[in-house]
Nanobody, 114 residues
């Protein structure tokens, strides 16, 4: 299984970015897909998840600002990030889980700075 993230970059506070995670196989095969992030000298933390049934859940710090979605035809999961804050700066990782196994992408850097 390969997961390839894209869409990161440098954005000013208050701006928006959309991250994409393209999977090498049908995403229906995964029970849960999600986005995690890791800031320098901090532990990796959950940002948002979406299940195969479409249930979503978010970290409190991003509720109301981030939206996770999936396009089954494109085998891609997205993370729309609005009203970005400097504390959102991190490497964002895509994760996919099925049958007790988890898979990670290589990560994409998001930097929020003026």
């Amino acid at each position: 299984v390969q997961l390839v993230e894209s869409g990161g970059g440098l954005v000013q506070p208050g701006g928006s970015l959309r991250l994409s995670c393209a999977a090498s196989e049908n995403i229906f095969s995964f029970n849960v897909m999600g986005w995690y992030r890791q800031a320098p000298e901090k532990q990796r933390e959950l940002v948002a998840i979406i299940t195969s049934g479409g249930y979503t859940n978010y970290a409190d710090s991003v509720k109301g600002r981030f939206t996770i979605s999936r396009d089954n035809a494109k085998n891609t999961v997205y993370l729309q990030m609005n009203s970005l804050k400097p504390e959102d700066t991190a490497v964002y990782y895509c994760n996919a889980a099925k049958l007790g196994s988890g898979y990670w992408g290589q990560g994409t850097q998001v930097t929020v700075s003026s």
